[in-house]
């Protein structure tokens, strides 16, 4: 292979690296934005497109620091990059305010909050797409926080997360079920965790990938 040739895979690999790291840092990186305060709840569709990785996060309000993230990786199909254009668009990874919120109560108090044993919350939202044949895979990441209740004890909390995606028309094209075990030390009444996955699904030929959706859900 010529010294152009050579050059030119340099390229691309480095591209494809920078990609990589820069969604690996991005739920951490939020530690830093949630630092920053503000209570204010913003539209949930709302976020940030980095040009140069296709990056792209929602944020919910949160004034706590993230824990240093623990990935969890599900292989996909090798994916080629989306084209010219397409990577500033992704379909929209959303967590709904009655889905994003877990209450634990102690047996015969059900919302009773002196009663309550542990809530679970999703704080951060965040997610990449790629495109291959008439499929589009998300890599997304999701990443919160478990607050123990008056009745709550120090230890492992565990959450169940359900996540589906859908098109324009409600219909459901992926699902995914997982459980996340967050560990709340003694010391403090919060844990954290986070955690990312891939999902793939098939596109209509003509369709947007913004009018799609990725419910992420603790339940």
Known sequence: ???????????????????????????????????????????????????ATGYASERLPDSLPLAE?????????????????AAQSCPQVVAWPN??????????????????????????????????????????????RVLLGPKGNPGVVTLPVSVRAQDA????????????PVTVPAEKPVGYFSMVREISFPITVGSRLEDYKIFVALK
């Open 1 to 51: 292979m010529s010294s152009e040739g050579r050059g030119e895979l340099r390229r691309i690999d480095g591209l494809s690296w920078l990609r990589r790291c820069g969604f690996c840092a991005a739920l951490a990186g939020l530690a830093a934005i949630a630092g920053c305060g503000g209570g204010s709840l913003t539209s949930p569709f709302g976020g940030s497109e980095d040009d």
């Open 99 to 144: 889905e994003r919120l877990r209450t634990i109560y102690q047996s015969g108090h059900d919302g009773d909050q002196m009663y309550v044993v542990s809530r679970g919350e999703i704080t951060k939202l965040s997610r990449e797409c790629r495109l291959y044949g008439g499929r589009v895979v998300v890599k997304y990441g999701f990443a919160g």
């Open 169 to 180: 028309y409600k219909a459901t094209l992926a699902q995914d079920k997982m459980t996340v």
């Open 69 to 85: 993230p623990q990935t969890e990786m599900a292989a996909a199909p090798d994916a080629a990059p989306a084209p010219d254009g």
